[in-house]
């Protein structure tokens, strides 16, 4: 019987691609829509910096980013929000707002999927 891929490895390359990466978060957001678990957030963000920041920066950076990554997801408010979206844009993402896409069988508006506004992009 053939042994199979490990699966971490072949996402972390994949997650390399800045497109993969946003289609990747927005996934897992997008799905956990008001269920979204910490962990489950917790664990997509790091994926995404281990493919995105961590081979770009020093040891020290690397460690700092990641403890930064604990203490906002811990905060509440809207606090929370701006130092996600500074954390997002070390790893040269930026968090974006954009129109909901509607379910099938609904009258389709002229803005569906338009992008609206991006945080932390001053």
Do not use: C
């Amino acid at each position: 019987m053939p042994k199979s891929v490990p699966y971490h490895p072949l996402k972390i390359k994949s997650l390399k691609d800045p497109l993969f990466a946003v289609a990747y978060l927005t996934e897992i957001f997008e799905e956990e829509a008001g269920d979204l678990e910490f962990g489950i957030m917790r664990k997509a963000l790091l994926d995404v910096f281990e493919a995105l920041g961590e081979p770009n920066m020093s040891a020290e950076d690397a460690k700092l980013h990641l403890e930064k990554l604990d203490v906002l997801l811990s905060g509440e408010g809207s606090a929370t929000i701006y130092a996600l979206a500074n954390w997002l844009k070390v790893l040269g993402l930026n968090l974006t707002v954009a129109v909901a896409q509607e379910d099938e069988g609904e009258e389709s508006g002229s803005f569906a999927g338009a992008e609206l506004a991006e945080v932390g992009n001053v």
